[in-house]
């Protein structure tokens, strides 16, 4: 009843979607469906998963959300409180760690409730990805760094560090991260302007306030930011006029005491052209990178990912993926997303197998970097056993082992054949390789001893290439 009531109160929330912070809305929509709404008569709770969604609702879309709620009860008195819901949030804590929100102290725990604002609903478009938040940011070695640093930003906006410059290759999170410092700031201090720009839309805003005489008011609005966010600033290069407005747009902000946070694929010295007097403010502040991520951090982001958008993959075909694409968390999110729909769509149930077929164009380097040799020679050292007795006929039970193992990994990370490796393996029939590797993927789903010892494998063979 009241979980029916809330979906009607969210129906008539989205009905305000033309005001400004519209775009931030049609995302905290996800959040807010997951919500719980508890309560009858003395009053209404609703029940969010975490810290940082309470603080999202209760300091940016509470009037908004009171209104919807008031209209669809016909009850002008009625109110709610937002607590957190402590058994939504996930307590594990391992190497990697999913961030438990902004302030480290905002952690979940019994319901706390926040005072409920005066009217703070947003007049400013921020233009933030609101999915994109500290909670559901993996950390791992490859970006423990930057993500401290923008936590503490995020925390401080322009006392810790000013400006901050995040680089990283393709597809590794920097959009996610520097957004987590936006939506963290506006969730904390919602009476900042924060703005996200691509360098794009930047350069697009520019070239049409020049066509239309409008400069003055581009750089009126720029100057009125409080925390400038700017995405891709690698796309400066041989863009000469862009640069220049920057460079006053930065100065003005920096003198402020604003804000600056700029995310690239580079250090800003390997910006082909970049000027001079960009290339040493972007590096006034602090400079952090983030690296490819291990295995452990992929399998992580992509237990997130799956939960997220209600995708079910068995954990051997996670691992496979983790294993199998090596850098770009965008391409394993999009494999990810791929295998669901087919899973969908077919009604198959997704193995290695399938996710191999489907993803082919994903992953031909890994298919084509490891040779055989170096299989063999790998699983023979882990088995404590000898290549060549792996491909002969004897049959004690760890060569046997040994050998369904090395067939997996074969199949698994090259472009072999099952008549190719039957040959490959002291000229075995294809119908035994076959058999091998059926042996070594049934088990996998059971056998958690084998799969670790998988595991253990491919990514020391992938590693080394
Ligand atoms: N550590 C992480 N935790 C959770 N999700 C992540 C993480 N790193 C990347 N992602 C996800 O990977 C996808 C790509 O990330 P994002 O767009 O931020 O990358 P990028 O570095 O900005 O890419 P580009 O270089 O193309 O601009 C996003 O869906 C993002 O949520």
Redesign the pocket.
Known sequence: MSQSLWNRVLERFCEFGSEPGALERDGILDLLKGAVLEGGKDGYSVLVGSSFIQRLVQNRYYKDLLTAFREVTQNPEISFDVLVQPENVPRKKRKVVRNSGPEGGLSPGKPVPLPLGEDRSPSWNSNLNPR?FFE?????VC?QFAHAAAFAIANNPSKAYNPFYLF??????????VSAIGNCMIALYPSLKVLYITTESFLNEMVSAIKFNKMNEFRERYRKIDVLIM??VQFLSGKERTQEELFYTFNALYENGKQIIL?S?CMPNDIPTLEGRLKSRFGWGLIAD?QI?DFE?KVE?LK??MAQEKVDLPMDVVYFLANSIKSN??EL?GAMIRLGAYGNLMGKPITIEVARNLLSDLMPLSRESISVDRILQEVADYFKVLPKEIRSKKRHKTLVTARHVAVYLIRELTQKSYPEIGRELGGRDHSTAIYSFKMVEEKLESDPALTSDIVYLKKKLEQQG
Do not use: A, C, F, Q
């Open positions: 994109y559901n940011y993996v950390v791992g970006n990283g290759s393709v597809g590794l999170g920097k959009t996610h991260l995405d891709d995310s694929d983030i991520p951090t982001i997130g990912k968390i965008r999110e």
